[in-house]
């Protein structure tokens, strides 16, 4: 399987959070499965470590990547393909960040791990 972490997902991984659905964690940890981190999480949680909403111990262009490396994640960049995804999609979430992880899925055949029930509510594969 592909596996597409949503941003909160992968965060839960890196600090091995309690919140963790077990099969998530197992899905993530199992090496038959490619699982990615898109630059859109990336983007997302530099912004919020600005604002002060995302606590890190190392400024996160340091310690993202570093962590992704770390468990083997592979980096998913944004390309015009997912992009054009957007006009298909209905406006069930008004979150960009998710709205365009659910286009590279779609894009890219990926299943998107998440526990959020707006992304769960697009017609894109889910653990």
């Known amino acids: 399987m592909k596996i597409l972490l949503d941003t909160h997902i992968f965060l839960w991984f890196i600090s091995a959070d309690n919140k963790l659905p077990i099969g998530i964690q197992n ?3 199992n090496t038959d499965n490619e699982v990615y981190l898109s630059a859109i999480s990336v983007w997302e949680c530099i912004i919020k470590y600005q604002l002060g909403k995302l606590p890190l111990p190392e400024s996160p262009e340091i310690y993202l990547p570093k962590q992704r490396n770390l468990h083997s994640i592979l980096s998913l ?6 992009v054009a995804q957007l006009i298909n999609l209905p406006p ?6 998710d709205r365009i992880l659910i286009c590279q899925a779609l894009q890219n055949g990926l299943t ?4 959020d029930a707006a992304v769960r509510a697009y017609p894109v594969n889910t653990i």
């Open 27 to 29: 899905a993530v940890r």
């Open 77 to 82: 960049d944004l390309d015009e393909g997912s």
């Open 92 to 97: 069930l979430h008004n979150d960009p960040f």
């Open 112 to 115: 998107i791990a998440t526990v």
